[in-house]
Nanobody, 123 residues
Framework: QVMLVESGGGSVQSGGSLRLSCAASGYIFSSMAWFRQAPGKEREGVAA??????TYVDSVKGRFTISQDNARTTLYLHMSNLSPEDTAMYYC????????????????????WGQGTQVSVLS
């Protein structure tokens, strides 16, 4: 049974940092990603990795870093210099196949999703 379980969310002051984790079980995925969704907004791809390649949405470049453990069972998102605009529910997503960079931040490419972890950045 495939499971993705996120953790590490919380409330932080503007300019602060958080590290999100996503524990994956049931499969070794070739592509994994972090998405976020703020109230009233569409789900947005934040960062993704597929067989070593990584990509980020422009708004987080230089502030967020996506990484995995060597066994590819845990996905991380290191977030620094957070701003109130980063406030959202953050979701982990996975696909068993390798995806091209142009598809990595598209929600439609991921059949497996976690339940999400809330990140709130206070001004």
């Amino acid at each position: 049974q495939v499971m993705l379980v996120e953790s590490g969310g919380g409330s932080v002051q503007s300019g602060g940092s958080l590290r999100l984790s996503c524990a994956a079980s049931g499969y070794i995925f070739s592509s994994m990603a972090w998405f976020r969704q703020a109230p009233g907004k569409e789900r947005e791809g934040v960062a993704a990795t597929s067989d070593g390649a990584t990509t980020y949405v422009d708004s987080v470049k230089g502030r967020f870093t996506i990484s995995q453990d060597n066994a590819r069972t845990t996905l991380y998102l290191h977030m620094s210099n957070l701003s109130p605009e980063d406030t959202a529910m953050y979701y982990c997503a996975a696909n068993q196949w390798r995806l091209g960079v142009e598809r990595l931040l598209l929600p439609s490419q991921y059949p497996y999703w976690g339940q999400g972890t809330q990140v709130s950045v206070l001004s």
